[in-house]
Structures are given as structure tokens and as C-alpha cells.
């Protein structure tokens, strides 16, 4: 629940890490399901918690892309249902606009134009942002995303789901120019970002050093504390780890670095899940951009519905509401 904009009055989200950790990772059918059986829980709980019945409303707002269909419009139809019951006005978000209004629901002082990096498990995208918030797509990854690029890492090194903020934890016990990995040289767009070589470099690097017996052993464990994980991981594999995170980090910062220096712009945006990443805000603390970093705080980077309700703030003050034939997009453009 936001108000105007700008106040969240509750945020509540449902975890689905349990259900898909034996997989490995996400699997949409029982991403949809979870959905459905978790959205009539979330949205009572999230009104008595702000202490709001139907009629405080002003109106409902949904994510309708980009994502999962079948997670998209478990909340598009619920949303429908709750305007159409209730007399309230629909707002339909996109997914990525939310994860940037994150950012100034938190520091409001964020200023425009802007450099906007979304980085996630799904997204790796770079944006212009003008000052009337149009949005210009400079850059995105040609292949997998940066979150998926380190969940598929730590899984492949022994690691349960959601494994990339466990190397980033473990990141700061290794050496990050203990492994030396080739940087992606992009045809076409210079500025695109590729990961996918990068994760093929670590596999080619598991197969040619004797790593078997311990990542084995990390398959076997499900939780485990950091001391816990630097039992079962040696110092070349911790070595390993902080290189690969060093790499991404560099990929993601050099773009915005060169960006900052191209355009005129007041700001910069790092925001979505993988903005939770101590590494990657150390580095950007620590980097050569000149204009100041804005990042959410770790409950507004990963997915969360306060963001969308700050987002379609500004759809309802201009009068955009979506109709009801409004439908899911799994591949909607910002």
C-alpha cells in the first residue's frame, strides 16, 4: 500500500524460495501456482496493515509485464476483479518502471535526467531517463541476465537457490584477480552486456581443476552459515568466486562510468534484485562516477508490490487507466 506516491503504509511479499530451491531454480508453473494461492493472504494482510478498508482506495495497480505469463496474470485478473467489485480505476505497470520508482521512493531527491541500471534474475537493462521520465533503452544483455549468470555459477560450483548472494558473501574471503577471465567485446552495440561466456569460463575452469569432491559436498547442504561454507569451499574456489563477481561488477560499472561521461545526466539508478549485492554497491561507492548512486534498500531492490503502487502513483494523477480487456505481455518494452 503506497500513498501518493511516495509513503509505503505496508509492504508485504510472499517468498517462494522454498518451493523452487529443490529445483534448482524458478519454474513457472509452480511460480503461477504459489501465486494464486499466496495474492488473497498478501492483499488482506497488506490492508490490515495499513489500516485500510476498499473505500480509502484511490486505485488498484498490477504488473502486466515484462515476467512470467502465468505469474502476470494470476495478479492482472485479481486486480480487475478488486476494481470491478469495488468501483476503483485500474492502473497497469510496467514491471521494470516499478524497480526504478523503488529508487525514489526512498530518496525523492533522486534528480533527472538520469542513468537507470536494472539488474535482476531476469533483466540486465541500462536506460536514459529524461525528466519527464520517458525512457531511451541504451543497453541490455544479449544472453543471460546478471542474476541468472550467478545463480547458474553457484549452482554449477555446489550451491543451492538462490545461490548468488551466497558468493557474494563468501566474494570477500577470495582474491578477485585470482582467475582471469576475458572480458565480452560486444559487435554492434558496444554497450550491451553478456554473461553467458563469462559462465561458460567458470565451467571450463571447474573441469580442468579437480573440484568434484567439494562441490559434492556444498549439494549436500541446504542452509549454511558463511563460517559453514568456507569449511566445505577452499581458498581457489573462494579465489574464483571473487573474480567472477569482480567481473560482473566491472561489466556493470564501466557501462555507467562511460555513460555518465557521454550524457548529461544528474543521477544514477543501480536497482533490482542484484542491487542487493554488497560487492557491487562497495564499487560503485568506490568508482569513478562523478554524480551521485542511488540504490533502494534491500526490501524494495528484489520484487515487491510497493514499488509498482509508487509507480502507478504518477499514472493516476495523468488519468492513464487501463480498461478492462488489459492483458499480460511477458515481453513488454519499457
Known amino acids: 500500500m503506497v500513498e501518493d506516491g511516495r509513503t509505503v503504509l505496508s509492504s508485504v511479499v510472499a517468498s517462494q524460495i522454498e518451493t523452487h530451491q529443490?529445483?534448482?531454480?524458478?519454474?513457472?508453473?509452480?511460480?503461477?501456482?504459489?501465486?494464486?494461492?499466496?495474492?488473497?493472504?498478501?492483499?488482506?494482510?497488506?490492508?490490515?496493515?495499513?489500516?485500510?478498508?476498499?473505500?480509502?482506495?484511490?486505485?488498484?495497480?498490477?504488473?502486466?509485464?515484462?515476467?512470467?505469463?502465468?505469474?502476470?496474470?494470476?495478479?492482472?485478473?485479481?486486480?480487475?476483479?478488486i476494481c470491478m467489485a469495488h468501483g476503483l480505476p485500474l492502473l497497469a505497470v510496467n514491471h521494470l518502471e516499478g524497480h526504478i520508482h523503488a529508487v525514489m521512493l526512498e530518496h525523492p531527491e533522486t534528480a533527472l535526467p538520469a542513468l537507470a541500471l536494472i539488474v535482476s534474475g531476469g533483466h540486465t537493462h541500462l536506460y536514459h531517463i529524461r525528466g519527464d521520465f520517458e525512457y531511451e533503452l541504451i543497453s541490455r544483455t544479449r544472453d543471460d541476465a546478471a542474476g541468472e549468470a550467478y545463480d547458474k555459477v553457484a549452482k554449477l560450483l555446489g550451491f543451492p537457490y538462490p545461490g548468488g548472494p551466497i558468493l557474494d558473501r563468501l566474494a570477500p574471503y577470495g582474491n578477485p584477480h585470482g582467475v582471469r577471465f576475458t572480458r565480452a567485446h560486444m559487435k554492434g552495440n558496444a554497450l550491451d552486456f553478456s554473461f553467458s561466456g563469462l559462465k561458460t569460463a567458470v565451467l571450463r575452469w571447474t573441469e580442468a581443476n579437480p573440484m568434484a569432491e567439494e562441490i559434492a559436498v556444498r549439494r549436500r547442504i541446504t542452509n549454511a552459515s558463511v563460517d559453514e561454507w568456507l569449511e566445505v569451499t577452499p581458498k581457489t574456489t573462494l579465489d574464483l568466486i571473487a573474480s567472477f563477481q569482480q567481473t560482473v561488477i566491472d561489466e556493470l560499472l564501466s557501462r555507467i562510468e562511460k555513460l555518465s561521461e557521454e550524457h548529461p545526466v544528474e543521477s544514477v539508478i543501480i536497482t533490482g534484485g542484484v542491487a542487493c549485492n554488497a560487492g557491487l554497491r562497495q564499487a560503485a561507492a568506490r568508482s569513478r562516477i562523478g554524480i551521485p548512486i542511488y540504490f533502494p534498500t534491500p526490501g524494495l531492490s528484489t520484487d515487491n508490490a510497493a514499488m509498482i503502487g509508487a509507480a502507478a502513483y504518477r499514472k493516476l494523477v495523468r488519468g492513464e487507466v487501463a480498461g478492462m480487456d488489459l492483458r499480460p505481455k511477458a515481453s513488454l518494452a519499457l
Open 22 to 81: 529443490r529445483y534448482g531454480g524458478v519454474v513457472p508453473e509452480l511460480a503461477s501456482r504459489e501465486h494464486m494461492r499466496a495474492i488473497t493472504p498478501v492483499v488482506a494482510e497488506a490492508m490490515e496493515r495499513a489500516g485500510c478498508a476498499w473505500p480509502d482506495l484511490a486505485g488498484v495497480a498490477c504488473t502486466y509485464g515484462p515476467g512470467l505469463l502465468g505469474s502476470l496474470l494470476v495478479g492482472v485478473t485479481y486486480a480487475k476483479a
